[in-house]
């Protein structure tokens, strides 16, 4: 069985010129966890944007569950892929909070029954479900991500994708994502500076840096590794420190 | 320079009305056409960044006033005329509908004067002449501001001319025009810095997301067609508002000449034949409230008339006094009835 | 800056859409119905002659009925129109000195038919301004515009609406942030100069620009392919021709009679 993700080499340069990846090789496997950490600029979004073809590598190859991403296959890469992304605001585009969960199945040609259906569970599995006919503007910070969560869901992708989830949420809000992260049985990548969150949901961790892979390897070894992550402009976090891991 | 409801006549109103409705249909089929995908979020955005930049004064040097944003122009330099278009209409309507700018029936009027002229007139026959093929900073900012003042010295003549075919306003159409202009040439003048600066800015922040103009500005008839149609309106608008000024003139010469009972019965076969729209009096023979108004009717027609002066004497004294006390009475007891009426339907949902 | 009144505003809009989320009888009206309705009676109210005062008061009971059983406070509906008369009240005025003729004596008192006109004017901005705010009071942006896209506008127009209203606040907040930083950093200072004001807009208009790229993106991420495709459910209810029909009638029979004066002249017989 393949990869849901698998990158090989995958090079992008903006048309300014700017080169953001310089030959990226890695590889997601079905119902893992995986993070992704880096600095600024160290190239994460970019990176995930190749991930469901909104951008296409300039070199090497993005797959998608076997089938490699171009233009002739973005919308099986779409379908497989669902992207949470950093600001809710840029996805919660729809009038209701229902409407735009049901934005996804409907554009893909669903019958209004199952549109209705997936709308209800995306929500509910998210517990939004109150919130079905408010704008989304009138929504919290933490409602919005869920909402935003339940958007993705509702097209039953086989990877969720995610840029900041825990940006600007306050501490319930924080609390009730990464519950709801580890919940979820999709694969699953997050690109954070939250590394607490890291070690409470993922494997395995990936660090980005000047657009390189320049480490991977599991959550616990690689974060407690202090020389190496402030070399990369991370820190330990503070929630290893506590425990003792041998 | 919103175009204002209770100074525009149905004729007028429905008019633009129906010349806005083209235009957005035009637009719209252009848009669909080009099928540029991220249009669609990419005119919201800047609708609601037209919006906001409104909001936002900057001081004139020495003047004490302050000066903001247009937007038409600015538009059409970034998305092209037809998504402009459909923008700034998008911008006017919820304007009229959640801040009361303008208003409903003024709606129409309001996107041809702020729509049309910059987006279909100034965009490709100022704009894009000047500033052939790639953005260059000097004639950029050259085509900015000339092509703003145009747009809305049109606009604002386009006001002037919707005003006087409405024939609502008393002004008369040299003093109007003699006002509007050049206020709004200030106006532009203004626009057209900021207009011209911020294009300047976006061409140096961004310069990929300014459209290249083709180096043939493509001259199509169909705006053209549109200006000509438009210009067909209103002055089919300033002749029906002529021609519905003319009834009550003549009505008021035959009054001058013969009895009342003639002028009511007179007025019934006008009825017969205008429409409910163009009605302009009551039919109810005994409250003749109407009558010396009619006589007394300041449009153009009985104006014109050497009677009139003695018309302007007689009128008070030709009013049944009766009669306007009833209509004031009248006015006053069905205000004060309405406005019980409104308790009464304010406490029954919550009694259901 | 201007953003003080603008303040005001916003929470205005945003009161709007709070009130057109309720479901008292007057929302639970089809938003074609209402639309349909409000276009009707601007028209009727406009069509009057220009100095007419009497006749249109009868017309006052249609926004009145929709204020009262759409739980609509008249407070917030009257600041709007405070807002919005001004233009109508200068081009008005000039009607009483352009227009001198007498045309109405009530006794000793002549009233020139220039501000009767006037005060024709000023009823019909308050009737068909108060009509159009209190149809979106009594629907809401999301209902109106599923409406008009069923009376024929193109979708492209009405989709183009509920952007613009979704990133309306977005927008407002990041323009409202952006102004007090300026505002912070020059106390004192009244007002924006020019070169700091085109510099702001620039950044406001970049910054909007990216945020519909990252829209677009978001839109193509669940397959979005160019048409926005919108689910219309709410069927017609008998309510709503009877809204329609009932308010024609009525409009019909007072742009017919002058009721008011029927009434007036009722009582006066009455009482003499």
């Known amino acids: ?246 | 320079m919103h175009m204002a409801d209770a100074l525009v006549s149905p004729v007028v109103g429905g008019t633009m009305w129906l010349a806005a409705c083209g235009l957005i249909g035009h637009s719209v089929r252009r848009i669909e056409a080009s099928a540029k995908d991220h249009l669609v979020p990419l005119m919201g955005v800047l609708g609601a960044f037209v919006f906001t930049a409104q909001m936002i004064n900057f001081t004139i040097p020495g003047t004490g006033s302050s000066g903001h944003l247009g937007g038409g122009l600015l538009l059409a330099a970034l998305l092209g005329p037809h998504a402009a278009l459909l923008v700034i209409a998008s911008v006017l309507t919820v304007q009229a509908l959640f801040f009361a700018d303008g208003g409903l029936l003024a709606l129409g009027c309001n996107i041809v004067n702020l729509g049309f002229f910059p987006a279909y007139v100034a965009y490709p026959w100022v704009y894009r002449v000047i500033v052939r093929g790639r953005y260059e900073a000097m004639r950029g900012s050259v085509a900015a501001l000339a092509a703003s003042v145009l747009g809305l010295q049109l606009g604002a003549l386009s006001v002037v001319l919707q005003t006087q075919a409405s024939g609502i306003a008393e002004l008369p159409f040299g003093a109007f025009a003699a006002l509007m202009l050049p206020i709004h040439l200030a106006i532009g003048v203004v626009e057209g810095c900021v207009t011209a600066a911020v294009v300047a800015f976006v061409a140096r922040a961004r310069p990929e997301v300014l459209p290249v103009a083709d180096a043939e500005p493509v001259r199509s008839l169909r705006p053209v067609l549109a200006a000509l149609l438009i210009a067909a309106a209103l002055t089919g608008g300033l002749l029906s508002g002529w021609a519905s000024s003319l009834p009550d003139g003549l009505e008021w010469a035959i009054a001058r000449l013969s009895g009342t009972e003639e002028v009511s019965a007179l007025r019934g076969t006008w009825h017969a034949r205008l429409s409910a729209v163009q009605e302009r009096t009551a039919v109810m023979p005994d409250y003749a409230f109407r009558q010396t108004p009619l006589s007394a009717r300041p449009d153009g027609s009985d104006g014109a008339s050497a009677e009139s002066t003695t018309a302007r004497a007689d009128a008070p004294s030709a009013l049944p006094l009766g009669t306007s006390v009833a209509g004031v009475v009248g006015g006053a007891v069905t205000l004060l009835v309405i406005s019980w009426l409104g308790f009464v339907f304010r406490k029954w949902p919550r009694a259901v | 800056m201007a953003f003080p009144m603008a303040v005001e505003r916003w929470l205005d809009v945003a009161r709007m859409d709070e009130l057109a989320r309720q479901g008292t009888p007057v929302h639970r009206i089809d938003a074609r119905a209402q639309t349909v309705t409000t276009l009707l009676f601007i028209g009727v109210v406009m069509s009057f002659a220009r100095d007419e005062l009497s006749a249109l008061m009868p017309f006052f009971i249609y926004p009145v009925a929709l204020m009262s059983a759409g739980r609509i406070p008249a407070a917030s509906l009257l600041r709007k129109l405070a807002v919005a008369m001004p233009f109508a009240v200068a081009v008005g005025l000039l009607n009483p000195v352009f227009d001198t003729r007498p045309a109405l004596a009530l006794g000793p008192l002549h009233v020139s038919s220039g501000w009767l006109s006037f005060l024709s004017i000023m009823l019909r901005c308050l009737l068909t301004v108060s009509a159009a705010l209190l149809l979106v009071a009594c629907t809401g942006m999301q209902r109106l515009c599923e409406g008009l896209v069923r009376l024929g506008v193109p979708r492209v127009f009405a989709v183009q609406l509920l952007f613009l209203y979704r990133y309306l606040f977005l927008l407002a907040d990041e323009g409202r942030r952006m102004t007090r930083g300026i505002e912070l950093r020059s106390p004192g200072v009244r007002g924006v100069r020019f070169r700091v004001y085109v510099s702001l807009i620039g950044h406001l208009l970049l910054r909007a620009m990216a945020r519909a790229e990252r829209i677009y993106h978001a839109m193509q991420a669940r397959g979005f392919d160019g048409r926005i495709r919108l689910q219309f459910t709410s069927p017609l209810r008998l309510a709503d021709p009877l809204f329609v029909g009932g308010w024609t009638l009525f409009f019909a029979v007072a742009r017919v009679w002058n009721l008011a004066e029927a009434l007036g002249a009722l009582l006066m017989k009455g009482v003499g």
């Open chain 1, 1 to 246: 069985m393949p990869s849901v993700i698998e990158i090989k080499d995958a090079s992008y340069v903006y048309p300014d010129g700017t080169q953001a990846l310089h030959a990226v090789s890695l590889c997601v496997e079905a119902g893992e966890a995986v993070a992704l950490v880096g600095a600024n600029g160290a190239g994460k979004s970019t990176l995930l944007l190749h991930m469901n073809g909104t951008l296409l590598a300039t070199q090497g190859e993005v797959r998608v569950a076997g089938v490699e991403v171009s233009r002739l296959t973005l919308s099986h890469a779409r379908r497989t892929v669902g992207m949470v992304f950093q600001d809710p605001d840029d996805q919660l585009f729809m009038p209701t909070v229902e409407e735009d969960v049901a934005f996804g199945p409907r554009h893909a040609g669903m019958a209004q029954d199952d549109v209705e259906r997936r709308t209800h569970e995306a929500l509910a599995r998210v517990g939004m479900s109150h919130l079905r006919m408010r704008p989304p503007y009138r929504l919290s910070a933490g409602e919005k991500r869920a909402v935003a969560i339940a958007t993705v869901l509702a097209m039953a992708p086989g990877v969720l994708v995610m840029d900041e989830p825990s940006s600007n949420l306050d501490p319930r809000g924080r609390r009730r994502l990464i519950a709801q992260l580890r919940s979820f049985e999709h694969a699953r990548v997050i690109a954070t500076h939250d590394l607490e969150l890291v070690v409470e949901v993922c494997t395995r961790v990936i660090v980005l840096d000047g657009g390189r892979v320049v480490a991977q390897g599991p959550v616990r070894e690689l974060l407690n590794d202090e020389a190496r992550m402030l070399a990369h402009g991370l820190e330990r976090p503070h929630i290893l420190r506590h425990q003792h891991p041998h």
